[in-house]
T-cell receptor, first 112, second 116 residues
Framework: GQQLNQSPQSMFIQEGEDVSMNCTSS?????WLWYKQDPGEGPVLLIA?????ELTSNGRLTAQFGITRKDSFLNISASIPSDVGIYFC????????????FGKGTHLIIQP | KAGVTQTPRYLIKTRGQQVTLSCSPI?????VSWYQQTPGQGLQFLFE???????NKGNFPGRFSGRQFSNSRSEMNVSTLELGDSALYLC???????????????FGPGTRLLVL
């Protein structure tokens, strides 16, 4: 089946630093998504990307849909303590009814 | 507007038993998807229901089943539980477009199932 390789698995950074994480796939996706999951909660959508090459921002977050449609990255600028959590990339290859394929997540830890 | 609710939040079962989990979508949402989350395999898609019909299915054995009611509430059932079924089970709801295009899925907090 489809797999998403997400890296890094974990990041230990200082508050105020920028963060970058990415996902790659062996197959094409039509939609790339980035989620954040806090302990005891379900994933929350951060950014959705619909077109190859698309670059989208949401506050301090920026994500891009790779032109090959097989990769995506997420950047977080000037990290703050509430950015701590697990970030997941997800891809959808078909239309609205298709399930999402998730990466294994990047665990972000911020040291004050 | 109330979010997606899942009950129960925690559950302990023993091998061989069966379990039923419940999900109430956001009001007005007609699509409910279920996912299994484990440390080893991550988040994996189980199935999606729309208008009381299963529209899409992931790669899980037949022990995993679901249904959706006319009010869009959904239940997921796992029969003959195995130790490996221990996981966080998440449901997500969306409006439920019939034609392509991604719809934002809103996740509930999950039901944490422990199989002993």
């Amino acid at each position: 089946g489809q797999q998403l390789n997400q890296s890094p698995q974990s990041m230990f950074i200082q508050e105020g630093e920028d963060v970058s994480m990415n996902c790659t796939s062996s197959s094409i996706f039509n939609t790339w998504l980035w989620y954040k999951q806090d302990p005891g909660e379900g994933p929350v959508l951060l950014i959705a990307l619909y077109k190859a090459g698309e670059l989208t921002s949401n506050g301090r977050l920026t994500a891009q849909f790779g032109i090959t449609r097989k990769d995506s990255f997420l950047n977080i600028s000037a990290s703050i303590p509430s950015d701590v959590g697990i970030y997941f990339c997800a891809g959808q290859s078909g239309g609205g009814a298709d399930g999402l394929t998730f990466g294994k997540g990047t665990h972000l830890i911020i040291q004050p | 507007k109330a979010g997606v609710t899942q009950t129960p939040r925690y559950l302990i079962k023993t091998r061989g038993q069966q379990v039923t989990l419940s999900c109430s979508p956001i009001s007005g949402h007609r699509s409910v998807s279920w996912y299994q989350q484990t440390p080893g395999q991550g988040l994996q898609f189980l199935f999606e229901y729309f208008s009381e019909t299963q529209r899409n299915k992931g790669n899980f054995p037949g022990r995993f089943s679901g249904r959706q009611f006319s009010n869009s509430r959904s239940e997921m059932n796992v029969s003959t539980l195995e130790l490996g079924d221990s996981a966080l089970y998440l449901c997500a709801s969306s409006l439920g477009a019939l034609l392509g295009g991604y719809e934002t899925q809103y996740f509930g907090p999950g039901t944490r199932l422990l199989v002993l």
